[in-house]
C-alpha cells in the first residue's frame, strides 16, 4: 500500500493550494480517508476527513468553512482544496487511509496508512 501526498508550497495569505493524495495497493472504497498536519514543535492535528462513499466530512474547527475534503474513486485520490490560507496553517500535511476508522472522529489512531508528507508554508 502506498500513499503519495503532493500539490504543497509556498503561498502567500489569502490564496489558495489543493493538496492530492494517490492511493494504491488498497480497495480505495472501503477506506476512510483522513488529512492532518503537524507544524514543527508542535503535535500533530486533525485537520478533515470523509466518509468511504464520500458522502460524509468532518472539518477541525480550524478551517471549517476554508478547507474541503473530497475523494475520486475513478482516479483513487482524496484530494484537500485549502482556500483562505492563514499563517498559521503552515505545516506539513499528511494524508491517511484506514478501513477501520471513523471519519467522524478526529482521534489518528485508527489511519493504518499514511503518506510522506506535504509541506504548505502560508507567507503573511
Known amino acids: 500500500v502506498q500513499l503519495q501526498a503532493f500539490g504543497g508550497g509556498l503561498v502567500q495569505a489569502g490564496g489558495s493550494l489543493r493538496l492530492a493524495c494517490a492511493a494504491s495497493g488498497l480497495t480505495f472504497s472501503t477506506y476512510v480517508f483522513g488529512w492532518f498536519r503537524q507544524a514543527p514543535g508542535e503535535e500533530r492535528e486533525f485537520v478533515a476527513a470523509i466518509s468511504r462513499s464520500g458522502g460524509g466530512t468532518n472539518y477541525a474547527d480550524s478551517v471549517k468553512g476554508r478547507f474541503t475534503i473530497s475523494r475520486d474513486a475513478a482516479k483513487n485520490t482524496a484530494y484537500l482544496q485549502m482556500n483562505s490560507l492563514k499563517p498559521e496553517d503552515t505545516s506539513v500535511y499528511y494524508c491517511?487511509?484506514?478501513?477501520?476508522?471513523?471519519?467522524?472522529?478526529?482521534?489518528?489512531?485508527?489511519?493504518?496508512?499514511w503518506g510522506q508528507g506535504t509541506l504548505v508554508t502560508v507567507s503573511s
Open positions: 491517511a487511509a484506514g478501513r477501520s476508522a471513523f471519519y467522524s472522529d478526529n482521534n489518528g489512531a485508527l489511519y493504518v496508512y
